[in-house]
């Protein structure tokens, strides 16, 4: 497995992906400016996003193989009946 990335190449890798930099609400300071997620937790949002965007698109090649077997089981209908 490859080394998760850390400090500025984790923040510019999750801004990226479209993920959150910053940290819970909860950990928000009295001024209202949240600060920034540690690192752990950044890790696990990347690794979060990137499985999302990894299902997703093993989604459309399940669904696209559906398809094919679905005409598949077509054709060989058609040519058993042409018999």
Do not use: F, H, N
Request: aromatic share 2%.
């Amino acid at each position: 497995m490859a080394k998760l990335p850390d400090g500025d190449q984790l923040e510019k890798r999750a801004r990226e992906l479209g993920v959150d930099i910053m940290g819970e609400p909860r950990a928000q300071s009295s001024s209202g400016r949240a600060p920034r997620a540690t690192d752990y937790e950044l890790q696990r949002r990347v690794m979060e996003a990137e499985r999302g965007a990894r299902e997703s698109r093993l989604w459309i090649l399940a669904m696209i193989s559906a398809v094919a077997s679905v005409a598949s089981a077509i054709a060989a209908l058609m040519a058993v009946a042409r018999r």
